[in-house]
């Protein structure tokens, strides 16, 4: 009762969850125009995820699978389903998830039969990671809604998220932490795995016996993927930032309901992988232009964004693509060979980023 | 003695019990220029000025006006000899209008006040001053006020005017307004006597400099013939320019765990939906023109002020919220803020350091102490002394009787024997001198090097840019911009601030 109260009285004066507030883009977080500079290493239909297994790089591309070599990429098979979720695996085996119901695990990537398959109770397996003791870690995004429908998730403010402990050997899984908000990237650590919680806006660490603690919270972003880095440390993504409209929105459960109802969901007020395509798009109370120039403060329609976390999950520094920028929706990145590779969705490309200089310039 | 001298000063000395504040000095005053006087704090400047303008006489020594010698007992005094003094805290009746403070002393038997602000129109107008009589003095902001005081020294037929640092609460563009305006009385004959600390104000503006030191004269000379590193070791005895805002920065600090975080903090019309983050280990420069909402925003963070009600934005402190209504709970939670308006809200003037430093300690226990130690807090005030090398005749100095930089640096002890994690200095160095500055300078630099979240809010660009690792620039109550310090130029961080 009193927590209804509280609630109300949050509402009315917009304190506590209530309170439509997005943190800046600050200290390691500053905007520069790093995925600007990168280079297009291929573009294709709709990239989703990638995996290494320290020699050869893995893409996603649709229901394909591809292997890439420098900028050539070569086609190893195709699914019947999209691919929403791949993981190299120790053994030189390959985790691939299906439209996010199924995960299959191959001997080797080219292996036309899988060694097992995984389909009990999955809805929206979006990311994988392999542990060193041969399991597989997998962050199941929502219970009620498909990998592909996540904006209906965080319109509905869903909170079925679940991080999944799967054995490959006898297909059993269990799961380590429920009623996470959108579980999106994890990535295993010595004593679990860190796990990104997109509509929380945070990092949070599970460990094996289900407890959870906070790695890194109030991001004004929607963090995906994590993938880990040299010499330690971890790679995040963030396939958009946060903006006040938005959040206004989902402080308004008639309006969302309005609609969700009535309005085509590709104008809906929601984060986007990118943008300009239609003038009906809601201005999201971005593209703010002061002196001709766009300003990096305005909150923008869609973002690319990757960070690098240090071994406690401290962000060190970050890599952008700003508002008048186009490489947007960046839902993967991972380290091969010095280089970082990304996916930036929103164009459908595959970038690429010599990490040497990255560190210098930006003080890692 | 010149026949072009105007105002004369010979062996002027003036003792306070016994301790020269001035000693032998000798100064004079030409006719419709500008005479910039300038020294560390406690070299004598203000002694001068007040000895010129009838608030305190010579211990011994002649004052001359056009060649007769005076001895001005009083202000009224000094004023009647056409001497007027505009000061630092101006002494204006803020619940009075423009108009009644102008003629204040002036009145008739009967007063019409449509006379009075007809009158005071027609002056303000001849002066070109953009300034409404029936305006109250205590609803203007600093320019103004600057102005009804000049207009006041000139309504009374002064031919000498002395400003005790004019620009201190000026924004660039009222400073540049103000010179103009200096230069137009010096236009009308007026001789004018300026103290200030800005170095650059003095070398640009005036005719000729006075240096002093020690309560004694160092040097007189064209203005022309000085440039900065000149001014400061004649002013110092040693050359700091170098150490001060010479050298710029190849390193910064890497930022530690983030301390502060403030989402869309909201307090209309000074804060607007201000975001930023201050992080352990580091020191945060926050520049910003006069009204960006520096201040206001870091006063919210501190409990002193109170964000808006309605949608006011959060604040985290260590990724915990947090809203204080109080300062106390701020500090028991570990945050410090260091005024920048000392006289108003940095101590009990009349009280001893180790009494104001014990005072801002006792904020730290909830309910405050039932019992209290004279013992303890001599022992903190002197520990104090030492540590920021406070120079005091005795422990149980009055601050009131402190120059303008030991006064700031007993400032600082009170927010550093709380012992915070995040403290804000908001302009720490305004109305300081030199010495004190580079001393105030490397405890900031301490603070940072022992991993404290460290916030400098200057108005001065170079201190700035000599003190911060991460420059954050506020424009019309929020940041709209941050920079590196290893990345940041003067002109970028002045285009963020106005553009």
Request: include cysteine.
């Amino acid at each position: 009762m009193i927590g209804a109260i509280r609630d109300f009285a949050d509402r009315f004066i917009g304190r506590g969850d209530a309170a439509i507030a997005v943190p800046s883009f600050d200290g390691a977080l500053k905007p520069n125009q790093k995925l600007e500079d990168a280079e297009v290493l291929l573009e294709c239909v709709a990239p989703e995820d990638l995996a290494t297994d320290g020699r050869a790089i893995y893409l996603a591309d649709g229901p394909k699978l591809l292997r890439l070599d420098g900028g050539a990429a070569r086609q190893l098979s195709v699914f019947e389903e999209p691919i929403s979720a791949l993981a190299s695996l120790p053994g030189g085996g390959l985790a691939v998830a299906l439209a996010g119901r199924e995960v299959r695990i191959f001997p080797e990537p080219s292996a036309a039969k899988p060694r097992a398959s995984l389909t009990s109770g999955l809805c929206a397996v979006n990311a994988l990671a392999p542990t060193p003791d041969g399991m597989l870690i997998a962050t199941d995004g929502s219970m009620t809604r498909g990998v592909g429908e996540w904006a209906w998730d965080l319109m509905e403010r869903g909170s079925s998220g679940r991080v999944l402990m799967l054995d490959p050997a006898t297909g059993s899984s269990k799961a380590l932490a429920n009623g996470l908000s959108y579980a999106f990237g994890c990535c295993a650590t010595g004593g679990g795995a860190l796990v990104s919680e997109s509509w929380r806006h945070r990092v949070v660490e599970v460990r094996r016996d289900g407890s959870t603690k906070i790695a890194l919270a109030h991001l004004p972003v929607y963090p995906s993927r994590l993938s880990p880095a040299t010499p330690d440390g971890y790679w995040l993504t963030a396939f958009t930032a946060r903006s006040l409209l938005v959040e206004f929105v989902l402080r308004e459960p008639a309006f969302r309901k309005r609609m969700m109802a009535e309005v085509e969901p590709r104008y809906w007020i929601v984060p986007r992988l990118r943008s300009g395509d239609s003038f009906k798009e809601p201005m999201q109370g971005a593209h703010i232009k002061t002196m001709g120039v766009v300003k990096p403060w305005a909150p923008p329609r869609s973002y690319g964004l990757v960070i690098r976390l240090a071994a406690d999950g401290a962000p060190l520094y970050s890599l952008h693509s700003r508002v008048d920028g186009a490489n947007h929706g960046v839902v993967s990145a991972i380290e091969v060979n010095g280089d970082l590779i990304m996916i930036a969705k929103g164009p459908g490309r595959i970038l690429k980023l010599p990490i040497a200089p990255l560190e210098k310039e930006l003080g890692a | 003695m010149s026949d072009d001298n105007l105002l004369s000063l010979s062996k002027a000395t003036k003792l306070y019990a016994g301790i020269p504040a001035i000693d032998s000095v000798d100064f004079d005053l030409r006719r419709g220029e500008i005479h910039a006087l300038v020294g560390e704090n406690g070299a004598g400047k203000s002694t001068l000025t007040k000895v010129m303008a009838g608030v305190v006489t010579l211990t011994s020594g002649t004052m001359t006006i056009d060649g007769v010698e005076v001895s001005p007992k009083s202000p009224l005094e000094a004023r009647h000899l056409g001497v007027a003094m505009v000061f630092q805290e101006n002494s204006l009746v803020p619940t009075m209008t423009v108009a009644q403070n102008l003629f204040l002393g002036q009145e008739r038997f009967y007063n019409r006040l449509r006379g009075i602000y007809i009158a005071a129109q027609q002056f303000l107008q001849s002066l070109n001053f953009d300034v409404a009589p029936t305006a109250t003095v205590g609803a203007l902001g600093a320019a103004k006020k600057q102005m009804v005081e000049i207009a006041r020294a000139v309504l009374h037929k002064a031919k000498v005017i002395i400003f005790d640092e004019p620009t201190a609460t000026l924004t660039p563009e009222e400073k540049k307004y103000f010179f103009d305006l200096v230069r137009d009385l010096k236009k009308r004959g007026v001789s004018i006597v300026f103290i200030s600390h800005a170095l650059e104000e003095a070398l640009l503006l005036a005719d000729r400099i006075t240096v002093l030191r020690d309560g004694r004269k160092v040097v007189t000379d064209d203005a022309s013939k000085f440039d900065r590193a000149r001014v400061v070791q004649a002013m110092v005895g040693r050359d700091l320019s170098h150490t001060l805002y010479g050298v710029r920065k190849t390193t910064v600090r890497k930022a530690g765990a983030r301390v502060l975080t403030a989402e869309n903090l909201k307090m209309v019309p000074m804060v607007k939906n201000n975001s930023l983050s201050v992080f352990a280990g580091q020191i945060t420069g926050v520049f910003g023109l006069v009204g960006a909402g520096r201040t206001e925003t870091f006063k919210i963070v501190a409990g002193i002020l109170k964000r808006d009600f309605f949608y006011g934005g959060k604040i985290f402190l260590r990724d915990k919220p947090v809203r204080f209504r109080v300062p106390a709970p701020a500090v028991r939670a570990g945050v410090a803020y260091v005024t920048e308006d000392r006289k108003v809200e940095g101590f009990f003037e009349t009280a001893s350091i180790a009494r104001n430093i014990y005072l801002a300690l006792m904020s730290k226990f909830p309910g405050g102490r039932a019992l209290l130690s004279r013992r303890e807090a001599n022992k903190i005030g002197r520990d104090w002394i030492k540590k920021l090398n406070i120079r005091a005749i005795g422990d149980d100095t009055r601050v009131v009787e402190l120059s303008g930089g030991n006064q700031q640096k007993v400032v600082i002890a009170k927010s550093l024997a709380q012992a915070p994690d995040l403290i804000i200095f908001d302009e720490p160095t305004r109305g300081v001198d030199v010495g004190a500055i580079v001393e105030i300078h490397e405890l900031i630099n301490r603070l940072a090097d022992d991993g404290k979240a460290v916030v400098v809010i200057s108005s001065y660009l170079p201190e700035i840019m000599a003190l911060s690792d991460r420059i954050l620039v506020s424009r019309q109550g929020k940041v709209v911009e941050e920079f590196s310090a290893l990345e940041a130029s003067e002109e970028q961080i002045m285009y963020a601030a106005i553009h």
